[in-house]
């Protein structure tokens, strides 16, 4: 039990150690050798974790992956406005983008993929899903206009938002991530609300 | 200037062949014997005009680049409204993306940026100054809703777009990628138009 435990939290620290290198120089640019040094583990201790620098990548993908399902589900607890929610929401996950080491490196390696040998999740399609069921919801209860249809527009509002993280990443280190989702939703709940008034409920958000 | 003719269009030869691998497996995972042998030159001849891999990959993200500010003057050209000009002109963009090999190329590397030992253009802001001019020509016009900020809302529409290209080649090798446009036009349109019919713009363009 004791060792278990042990085992686990040292897997964590090499998965963070490994993390913060695929962050800073990609998938072809960190070594099992290079996280070893910054870790102060040996390779041996390293491969008996993780058998390659494959899998250590994918656990790191993995991990990524796995950090929504339990932030959705959080989200989808009827009390505020559906449409509320979903900017929260976002607003957290851009958070996580900018703060989290492990959702940072996950979404490079992810970037990289091609470059992995190794079976990446499906990306996209479970917030796809997300945003439908809250713009469903959101519909349910008159916040949304008429004509939007929900499966449709959750597409759009996830590729805007996943495009909005590369371009704030490429043009300023994410440095003002918060202030660009802003303005993008400015943008968007223009069209979604059944009474328009983005400011009003970005004031109520966050 | 017979031989420089054909050294311009041997150089071009060689760009798309290493296009053509570059889209496909990435820079990593193509080397200069793989060009040499997908296009029948020798590695000297490719190293003759390209002086290494990182120069080759240059020439391609300059290339994609470069194939912009023509498409956008073009686009500038009084006549049509300024709201269907910009949705045309990101339709136009969407099938460069689509089917111009060294437009995909260039995407790809540029995406794989970090792995590359070249300093490559900076994206985006040639494309967000773009879109800022249509949009302000729109509101001199009065297509565009009064409360709608031309450069914060560019900004916006352009990380869109991007993040509408990425997921479509993540999730389906951009087949549907003009349905997919014209659905992220009918949300965004909706809060753009003074006047709001994204249907009629939409069937007007293309």
Not at 11 to 33: N, V
Not at 39 to 58: C, D, M, N, P, V
Not at 158 to 164: H, K, M, P, Q
């Amino acid at each position: 039990m004791y060792v278990q435990i042990r085992a686990e939290t040292t897997r964590r620290f090499l998965l963070e150690a490994a993390a913060t290198l695929f962050d800073e120089k990609g998938y072809a640019g960190t070594s099992i050798s290079d996280i070893s040094a910054h870790s102060g583990r040996t390779s041996g201790a390293i491969y008996f974790h993780y058998a390659s620098k494959e899998k250590l990548a994918l656990a790191i993908v993995e991990e990524h992956f796995a950090t929504w399902p339990h932030l959705i589900s959080r989200y989808r607890q009827p009390g505020l406005p559906a449409l509320e929610r979903l900017v929260g929401l976002s607003f957290e996950v851009a958070r996580a983008f900018r703060d989290d080491i492990v959702v940072r490196a996950g979404a490079r390696l992810w970037a990289e993929r091609k470059a992995i040998d190794a079976q990446l999740p499906a990306p996209f399609l479970g917030w796809i899903e997300a945003v439908t069921q809250l713009l469903e919801e959101a519909a349910r209860n008159g916040e949304l206009a008429a004509d939007v249809p929900p499966a449709a527009t959750a597409h759009g509002i996830v590729c805007s938002f996943f495009g909005l993280h590369t371009v704030s990443d490429a043009l300023e280190g994410r440095r003002h991530i918060e202030e660009r989702l802003r303005d993008l939703w400015t943008l968007l709940l223009r069209g979604l609300q059944a009474e328009p008034d983005p400011a009003a409920l970005l004031a109520r958000v966050r």
